[in-house]
């Protein structure tokens, strides 16, 4: 478990609990560095004077307050404590409310808190109470140089400080173009508002935090690995200038949409929707594989020898002499007819003078 990053105690009434602030999640973005890119090697950052332009060591920084362009007021962690020191060392809790009636946009970081010493029973009894109340407890606390408003909440057997946002914190919407319900453009019928219902009931489930993973940083960390196997640790990878952006359109076919979703996604409450038309066509039934028997019925694949392929290629190559001998047999024809007719002493007579004898 990390250290503690904060004592004190919670304080309501006359109750006072010690307690220990320890952090409750822990970051595991993508820790990338910045390089010089045309050698590659890391860039760092100095803590320099800059007066002077020398390096400053960490022990010898201090905070300051600036009251004036270039004069400061020197704040010491001391100081900062014998600010008000009660509000240093206490998560005061100003008051009970229901836990549905904070928003979850106030909500901003949270912190487990641990009984301190001599602080289990106390500890429990705040737990317990909380817990049958059912009420979540809106307190401040100081933490390092920064006043939060925060939530005292229970989760299981631990109670975790979340601290909240301020309502001056919280950007106004007014400027943001958010449809209103009774704009035109935003009218929902009874239609699509039932498909809708449908699709999120076929998605509902029950929630299971460890099926949930950051796969973005899962297929960074496999490209990493991809490179370095391919020895590419230097190659910078440029945009393709051929890729286009896809094209977007205004209009918008909500039922299309619906219907094509509730198709991917079916659920229980899409074979439910009487008013859908459109129903999904029914699965390919998949080929039957053939049994034992069968596969022994199956007549074996002929198999090509090379006596086959010989005679083949013979074949082949007989089929274009035998048509180029045609024509010449035509040639040689008019020229036996000459030798057959000077053996018997006779000409073949014109076909003019045969006619008129």
Request: some cysteine; hydrophobic content about 35%; overall charge positive.
């Given at each position: 478990?990390?250290?503690?990053?904060?004592?004190?105690?919670?304080?309501?009434?006359?109750?006072?609990?010690?307690?220990?602030m320890y952090?409750?999640?822990?970051?595991?973005?993508?820790?990338l560095?910045?390089?010089?890119?045309?050698?590659?090697?890391?860039?760092?950052?100095?803590?320099?004077?800059?007066e002077?332009g020398?390096e400053?060591s960490?022990?010898?920084?201090?905070?300051?307050?600036?009251?004036?362009?270039?004069?400061?007021?020197?704040?010491?962690?001391?100081?900062?404590?014998?600010?008000?020191?009660?509000?240093t060392?206490?998560?005061?809790?100003?008051?009970?409310?229901?836990?549905?009636?904070?928003?979850?946009l106030?909500?901003?970081?949270p912190?487990?808190?641990?009984?301190?010493?001599?602080?289990?029973?106390?500890?429990?009894?705040?737990?317990?109470t909380?817990?049958?109340?059912?009420?979540?407890?809106?307190?401040?606390v100081v933490i390092?140089?920064?006043?939060?408003?925060?939530?005292?909440?229970?989760i299981?057997?631990t109670?975790?400080?979340?601290?909240?946002?301020?309502?001056?914190?919280?950007?106004?919407?007014?400027?943001?173009?958010?449809?209103?319900?009774?704009?035109?453009?935003?009218?929902?019928?009874?239609?699509?508002?039932?498909?809708?219902?449908?699709l999120?009931e076929?998605?509902?489930?029950?929630?299971?935090?460890?099926q949930?993973?950051?796969?973005?940083?899962?297929?960074?960390?496999?490209?990493?690995?991809?490179?370095?196997?391919?020895?590419?640790?230097?190659?910078i990878?440029?945009?393709?200038?051929d890729?286009?952006?896809?094209?977007?359109?205004?209009?918008?076919?909500l039922?299309?949409?619906?219907q094509?979703?509730?198709?991917?996604?079916?659920?229980?409450?899409?074979a439910?929707?009487?008013?859908?038309?459109d129903?999904?066509?029914?699965?390919?039934?998949?080929?039957?594989?053939?049994?034992?028997?069968d596969?022994?019925?199956?007549p074996?694949p002929?198999?090509?020898?090379?006596?086959?392929?010989?005679?083949?290629?013979?074949?082949?190559?007989?089929?274009?002499?035998?048509a180029?001998?045609?024509?010449?047999?035509?040639?040689?024809?008019?020229?036996?007819?000459?030798?057959?007719?000077?053996?018997?002493?006779?000409t073949?007579?014109?076909?003019r003078?045969?006619?008129?004898?």
């Amino acid at each position: 478990m990390a250290r503690s990053l904060w004592k004190g105690a919670i304080s309501f009434g006359l109750v006072h609990i010690p307690v220990e602030m320890y952090p409750a999640v822990g970051s595991k973005s993508l820790d990338l560095s910045m390089l010089d890119r045309r050698d590659f090697a890391p860039i760092g950052f100095k803590r320099y004077n800059k007066e002077t332009g020398k390096e400053v060591s960490w022990d010898d920084i201090v905070k300051g307050y600036e009251y004036e362009s270039g004069e400061y007021v020197v704040l010491s962690d001391e100081d900062l404590r014998r600010a008000n020191p009660e509000a240093t060392q206490t998560i005061d809790i100003l008051a009970f409310v229901d836990a549905e009636d904070v928003p979850l946009l106030y909500y901003d970081h949270p912190y487990y808190l641990a009984p301190g010493k001599g602080g289990d029973k106390v500890y429990a009894l705040l737990r317990e109470t909380l817990k049958e109340v059912g009420k979540i407890g809106i307190a401040n606390v100081v933490i390092r140089v920064k006043q939060h408003l925060a939530a005292l909440v229970c989760i299981g057997d631990t109670i975790v400080l979340n601290t909240l946002r301020y309502p001056d914190e919280i950007r106004d919407t007014d400027e943001l173009k958010i449809p209103s319900p009774k704009a035109k453009a935003a009218v929902i019928s009874a239609k699509e508002l039932k498909m809708a219902m449908a699709l999120v009931e076929g998605m509902s489930e029950d929630w299971k935090p460890n099926q949930y993973h950051d796969t973005y940083r899962e297929d960074v960390l496999a490209l990493v690995k991809k490179k370095i196997k391919a020895k590419q640790t230097k190659t910078i990878t440029m945009p393709d200038p051929d890729e286009k952006p896809a094209k977007t359109t205004n209009v918008i076919d909500l039922v299309s949409l619906l219907q094509a979703s509730l198709g991917k996604k079916p659920g229980k409450a899409a074979a439910r929707d009487d008013d859908d038309d459109d129903e999904p066509p029914p699965p390919k039934r998949a080929r039957k594989p053939l049994d034992d028997d069968d596969e022994d019925d199956a007549p074996p694949p002929r198999r090509k020898t090379a006596a086959g392929s010989r005679e083949h290629v013979a074949a082949s190559a007989d089929k274009p002499k035998r048509a180029a001998a045609k024509p010449a047999a035509k040639k040689a024809a008019p020229a036996k007819k000459a030798v057959a007719a000077k053996k018997t002493g006779t000409t073949a007579a014109p076909a003019r003078r045969r006619k008129a004898a």
